[in-house]
Nanobody, 116 residues
Framework: QVQLVESGGGLVQAGGSLRLSCAAS????????MGWYRQAPGNERELVAT???????NYADSVKGRFTISRDNAKTTVYLQMNSLKPEDTAVYYC??????????WGQGTQVTVSS
């Protein structure tokens, strides 16, 4: 099992920045991909960014150039640096980790609200 705890959400004005963190514990050796998803009211959950165990990254087109995903060397914490935030970035952001066995683990979610 893997447990995920997110932090760093909040309210920010458009153009501002936030940094999300996700601390993981448990059977982390099985983790292949770490990432962030988000879900706005009335919308489906969507991928924001991922980083593999080899540090390969992938971003949604809507956040490319503004968001950066990273992790610590111990691979126990994943971060999402969000710059130039827009009102349309408002959502609940979820940390996700996928094991080599295709099992997904989710955090509890953290609210990000961007005011115009």
């Amino acid at each position: 099992q893997v447990q995920l705890v997110e932090s760093g959400g909040g309210l920010v004005q458009a153009g501002g920045s936030l940094r999300l963190s996700c601390a993981a514990s448990g059977r982390l050796r099985s983790i292949a991909v770490m990432g962030w998803y988000r879900q706005a009211p009335g919308n489906e959950r969507e991928l924001v960014a991922t980083i593999t165990s080899e540090a390969s990254t992938n971003y949604a087109d809507s956040v490319k150039g503004r968001f950066t995903i990273s992790r610590d060397n111990a691979k126990t914490t994943v971060y999402l640096q969000m710059n130039s935030l827009k009102p349309e970035d408002t959502a609940v952001y979820y940390c996700n980790m996928e094991s080599y066995y295709r099992i997904h683990y989710w955090g509890q979610g953290t609210q990000v609200t961007v005011s115009s």
